[in-house]
């Protein structure tokens, strides 16, 4: 069975078993396409990275997925890793993230909370709290402001941020909840409207690096490149652009 899911993965993600392979949470989409052209031109070399929730790309590890890094949008996933003995040590965080309520729609949102009561408003776009710890965090966003009952109905869970972000830019969600990575991001191009959430409503959104067993014993030398030029300055600067909080980590 854990061959069949291996295969699986590598076929449908059109990767190789030979491939330097990074897992990245949905919210690190963009910032890891500007990393890895920084960490291409500084060493030669290259990555693969395949990108989706934290959760799933978690159970992808479990059953033998052939990454060699795994960045997650929590701590609380690649410790899971450590203690199973799947990563070679203790998760280290690497960024922080920050919510963000994004339209493409007319609303005001200076007037957040107060227009989340408002009947117009249809449809909300969250990350499934199950899998995307970005999602987790939105319903402690929701509870903060005791808004979670009210707006339950209206919720619309998404597999992971990158389809919050698909939702709101087909404008199939009045607005959603997502990361401030995708906002900044080129893609976004200033697009609709946003406002960051006030950070006192939600736990800090801790990311955490895992180098993992796989990637230790088929790219140790890769591994320990890469491991170090995410935390440089260079790394640090692409990651602050994308809208991550990297300062004292």
Request: aromatic share 14%; net charge positive; glycine share 6%.
């Amino acid at each position: 069975m854990r061959y069949f899911i291996f295969a699986f993965i590598i076929w449908t993600l059109n990767l190789s078993a030979k491939d330097f392979i990074i897992a990245g949470s949905a919210n690190m989409q963009y910032a890891l396409e500007d990393l890895s052209k920084e960490y291409t031109k500084e060493t030669g070399t290259s990555f693969k990275t395949v990108i989706s929730s934290s959760g799933k790309l978690t159970a992808q590890i479990e059953n033998g997925a052939p990454f060699s890094i795994f960045l997650s949008a929590d701590m609380e996933y690649p410790h899971k890793l450590y203690t199973s003995g799947s990563a070679i040590a203790e998760p280290r965080v690497y960024a922080k993230g920050i919510l963000v309520l994004w339209t493409k729609g007319n609303w005001n949102l200076k007037d957040f909370p107060s227009f989340f009561s408002n009947t117009k408003l249809k449809s909300i776009a969250i990350a499934n709290p199950e899998i995307a710890p970005y999602g987790k965090e939105a319903i402690h966003v929701l509870e903060y402001y005791n808004l979670y009952e009210k707006v339950k109905p209206r919720l619309i869970y998404a597999e992971s941020i990158s389809q919050v972000n698909q939702y709101i830019l087909s404008s199939s969600v009045d607005i959603g909840i997502t990361a401030k990575s995708a906002v900044t991001s080129k893609q976004a191009n200033g697009i609709g409207q946003w406002i960051e959430i006030d950070e006192k409503s939600y736990k800090p959104i801790e990311q955490g690096m895992v180098i993992l067993k796989y990637g230790l014993d088929n790219y140790p030398v890769e591994c320990k490149s890469f491991y170090n030029f995410l935390f440089s300055d260079k790394a640090r600067s692409i990651l602050k652009k994308n809208g991550y909080i990297v300062d004292g980590l």
